[in-house]
């Protein structure tokens, strides 16, 4: 009987133990503990812009010197952290004249590339690819005879390869890059009652330099 009271004793308190195992309020009041809240000590925040908008200020005054007026922007998306797409539409216009002579050119452009930062937060070193098409127009109209009229006008397509770097601060963001630039024109010149067909392939390097602020 004794071996069986002990048997039957040790028996309960192995049942006793995994309730408690199992259940670790069941000897509390029954109120569970308050969750402890879990905190990233490493968090900061993101300071990446959505896009900024620049002008290129020296290609601008240049063309100024000689009188010819011209606009100049980048604008830059966000697509991710070392990435961002990059888009250059430019103008430059002129209009020419005199008593017996009128002179009209203008140049519209657009390149479209994508950008990739060696550093996160849109700013450092940088390569970018540019995929570029221009429309170039040129009148020339002499009252003193029409067999000297011109009128000009060719469409060019192009790329160019880039390197350059970026700084922000705050708003504010400046940036410098220097590529190889390739381009191949297409168009017709009239003048008088002849139209001739004529294309040009150029290459060279290309110098940019911009400032703006970041949205």
């Known amino acids: 009987m004794i071996k069986k009271f002990i048997a039957a004793c040790l ?6 133990s995994a309730q408690l195992v199992d ?20 968090h900061t925040e993101n300071d990446e812009p959505l896009f900024a908008v620049s002008i290129h200020p020296v290609s601008m005054f240049v ?35 005199s008593s017996d002579e009128e ?5 519209f452009g657009i390149s479209e590339g994508l950008r990739f930062y060696f550093d996160g937060g849109h700013r ?5 690819g540019h995929f570029m ?23 060019g397509y192009g790329f160019g390869l880039y390197v350059g770097h970026k ?26 009652d002849d139209v001739e067909k004529i294309a040009t392939v150029g290459s060279g390097i290309d110098l940019c330099y911009t400032f703006g602020f970041v949205f």
């Open 11 to 16: 028996l309960g308190v192995s049942f006793a």
């Open 23 to 42: 259940d670790p309020y069941a000897y509390t009041s029954g109120a569970q503990e308050k969750a402890t809240p879990v905190m990233n000590v490493n």
């Open 63 to 97: 063309l100024s010197l000689i009188d010819i007026p011209s606009i100049y922007l980048t604008i830059e998306g966000n697509l991710a952290s070392h990435l961002s797409l990059v888009t250059r539409p430019y103008v430059i216009w002129k209009d020419f004249s």
């Open 103 to 107: 002179l009209d050119i203008y140049l």
């Open 124 to 128: 450092g070193l940088y390569l970018a």
């Open 133 to 155: 098409y221009d429309r170039v127009g040129l009148e020339y109209t002499y009252e003193g005879n029409s067999k000297d009229n011109v009128d000009l006008h060719m469409n």
């Open 167 to 192: 700084y922000r601060s705050g708003r504010f963001t400046t940036s410098f890059e220097v590529g190889y630039v390739y381009s191949r024109y297409s168009g017709s010149d009239k003048a008088e």
